[in-house]
């Protein structure tokens, strides 16, 4: 079974981050709202283990 | 005067019932407050299970032919298309995954089929214009007091089967709640007649663009030039005013002009404004006292799964009832019609409430998500399948309950014991005409023989050399295979090799005496 990975994982912290925050950038809070509505569906499916998503659900609490 | 089975209520579940018990030997009285078939304006959609179990009963044949296949969707997002769905049977089924059909016709096809049977001798009696007003509950039998255009009379059933509908008047007479959510929306249903060349295609739009349409709409077509349109017009409206044909008519006329450049000719056959709920009765069973259909349990309609899931109610307790009556099973196997159906509503319940929950986001936060969805499934594949805009009704299953058997053949999931048999072509027949109505032991690429256990007997069907379909629905990667199954046509159990103890063994499970 795959584990929700706790510890780092993310290659360039800081280059991602940036990255985050530069796609918000211009977009009003409704638009941001829905940005992050549709990365976080977009990354779901990525990941696609029920177990996985449904322990990060709980780790982000 | 006594009857064994007194059936309150003659829409599709009671009258399925009747026929399924009158079918088997077994008396069956209907009452019905109407005359003749409903009216109004209800159930379009009937799935294959439906038309499977109607089969069974000899009735199918004039619902698919007067019915309207579909098996193409298309969902909309305001004024942009995002996405078609195809039901594409797979092939090698008698009946297709869902007719449209109104509910008035779907009735008169069962009461017509009530009628072959009698004249065959089948034991069914449907009074019409007979209301009851009262129930006197004895424990092992109840008092019915019945008002008639003669005058009120009074009789007596050792089992009454409440399918008086959601509003259920016996369900109140016994006190008895029936909780669950009401969802705060209004839907606007307009069924109209007209000559348009639209495809026979599910056309559902989220925030659709025309004119004071609502949240959602809903255009599908039916038998006789009939369109059902819905319009999902939200919790806080003046129900008078906007049941004024003039504002209904504005409303199809923008939806009709939207996809046809101009508006149609039509006339609008009737409408009305239902509220959805999804709720059900804690227990189905009440002693002596059953409910079956919307008196057991209600759901939204999107996912046709009302009339779906009744029908199944009456498959289910017919042949249990027919075998208490003949003295054939304890009184205990009616408990089981309650866990099993019960567990049938609840299913329904989910997948409705999921449904409306995402066609009425009920927060901000749901808002958001859903129109992200919305969204992406334009542009990507993976979003689609998220996309709830009812979830259609599929057959029930009883996996891991009380009256099912071993499986020592480990073929394919879709034939596990608690499944419902999948159809297959059997010479130029299909394989689930052959089952009938009783106990079948199905033997695929090996032998078997008829069994007869506790006063049962259950007739064996040999298949030889199976067709290729067969092999995969009921083989898997096995070379042989025996099946038990009930009347109503669910998998008890499968094993490799005939063995008459263990069918036996099952059969007794089955009934509820291992
Ligand atoms: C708009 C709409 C769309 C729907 N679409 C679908 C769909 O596409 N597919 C689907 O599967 N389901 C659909 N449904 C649900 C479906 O209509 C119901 O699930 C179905 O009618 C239930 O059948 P029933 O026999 O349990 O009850 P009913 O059809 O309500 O019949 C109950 C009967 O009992 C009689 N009765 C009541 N009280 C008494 C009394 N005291 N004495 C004697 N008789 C009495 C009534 O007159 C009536 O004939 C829809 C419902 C609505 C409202």
């Known amino acids: 079974m795959n584990m929700l990975i706790l510890t780092p994982n993310l290659p360039d912290p800081d280059g991602f981050y940036n990255e985050l925050i530069q796609a918000h950038e211009g977009l009003t809070k409704e638009q941001s709202d829905a940005f992050n509505a549709r990365l976080i569906l977009t990354l779901a499916n990525h990941i696609g283990d029920r177990t996985v998503l449904t322990t990060a659900l709980e780790a982000a609490k | 005067m006594r009857h064994p089975v007194v059936i309150v209520g003659g829409g599709p579940i009671g009258l399925s019932l009747a026929l399924d018990l009158g079918l088997k030997g077994t008396p069956a009285l209907v009452l019905d407050d109407h005359d003749g078939a409903g009216l109004g304006s209800k159930a379009i959609c009937f799935a294959k299970r439906t038309l499977d179990i109607a089969n069974r009963l000899g009735a199918s044949q004039a619902m698919v032919d007067k019915g309207i296949v579909w098996n193409v969707?298309?969902?909309f997002h305001d004024d942009h298309k995002i996405f078609d769905f195809n039901l594409q049977p797979e092939a090698g089924h008698r009946n297709p995954a869902f007719i449209n059909l109104q509910q008035p016709y779907f009735e008169k096809y069962l009461v017509d089929a009530i009628n072959t049977a009698k004249a065959n001798g089948a034991p069914i009696e449907i009074r019409g214009r007979n209301c009851v007003t009262a129930l006197e509950n004895h424990g092992s039998y109840s008092t019915l007091?019945?008002?008639?255009?003669?005058?009120?009379?009074?009789?007596?059933a050792d089992y009454l089967i409440a399918c008086d509908g959601a509003r259920s008047p016996l369900r109140d007479m016994m006190g008895l709640s029936f909780d669950g959510r009401v969802f705060e929306d209004n839907f606007l249903i307009?069924?109209?007649?007209?000559?348009?060349?639209?495809?026979?295609?599910?056309?559902?739009?989220f925030e659709p663009p025309f004119k004071n349409s609502g949240q959602s709409a809903l255009l599908h077509k039916q038998p006789d030039d009939i369109w059902r349109i819905?319009?999902?017009?939200?919790?806080?409206?003046?129900?008078?005013?906007?049941?004024?044909?003039?504002?209904?008519r504005a409303r199809v006329d923008a939806m009709l002009s939207s996809q046809?450049?101009?508006?149609?000719?039509?006339?609008?056959?009737?409408?009305s404004i239902y509220t959805f709920q999804c709720r059900r009765m804690q227990k189905f069973r009440h002693g002596n006292v059953i409910f079956a259909g919307d008196s057991a349990h209600q759901v939204s309609p999107f996912g046709a799964r009302g009339a779906n899931s009744g029908v199944q109610d009456a498959d289910n307790l017919a042949w249990k009832l027919?075998?208490?009556?003949k003295g054939l099973a304890d009184d205990s196997l009616l408990d089981t019609y309650a866990t099993e159906r019960e567990h049938g509503a609840d299913e329904n319940i989910l997948n409705s409430s999921r449904a409306t929950d995402f066609m009425t986001p009920k927060s901000e936060v749901s808002k958001i998500f859903r129109n992200a969805v919305l969204e992406l499934a334009n542009k990507h594949e993976f979003a689609r399948p998220l996309v709830n805009s009812g979830r259609l009704s599929v057959p029930c299953n009883y996996v891991g309950?009380?009256?099912f058997g071993e499986d020592t053949v480990g073929g394919p999931e879709t034939t596990r014991p608690g499944m419902t048999c999948p159809d297959a072509p059997l010479g130029d027949a299909f394989l689930l005409d052959q089952l009938g109505g009783g106990f079948t032991v199905l033997a695929i690429g090996t032998d078997a023989q008829d069994i007869s256990a506790h006063g049962i007997d259950a007739k064996a069907i040999t298949i030889a050399a199976p067709c290729h379909t067969i092999k995969v629905r009921y083989l898997g990667d096995a070379e042989q295979a025996v099946y038990l199954i009930r009347p109503d046509q669910h998998i008890v159990a499968r094993w490799a090799n005939f063995d008459e103890t263990a069918v036996k063994a099952a059969l007794g499970t089955a009934i509820g005496k291992a």
């Open chain 2, 73 to 75: 969707g298309k969902v």
């Open chain 2, 145 to 156: 007091t019945v008002e008639t255009p003669d005058g009120p009379y009074q009789l007596e």
């Open chain 2, 190 to 205: 307009a069924d109209v007649h007209m000559k348009a060349d639209f495809p026979t295609e599910r056309w559902f739009w």
């Open chain 2, 230 to 248: 819905d319009f999902q017009l939200g919790w806080d409206i003046d129900r008078e005013k906007e049941l004024d044909p003039d504002r209904i």
């Open chain 2, 260 to 271: 046809a450049g101009h508006v149609p000719e039509y006339e609008l056959e009737w409408t």
């Open chain 2, 322 to 325: 027919d075998l208490v009556l």
């Open chain 2, 401 to 403: 309950f009380a009256l």
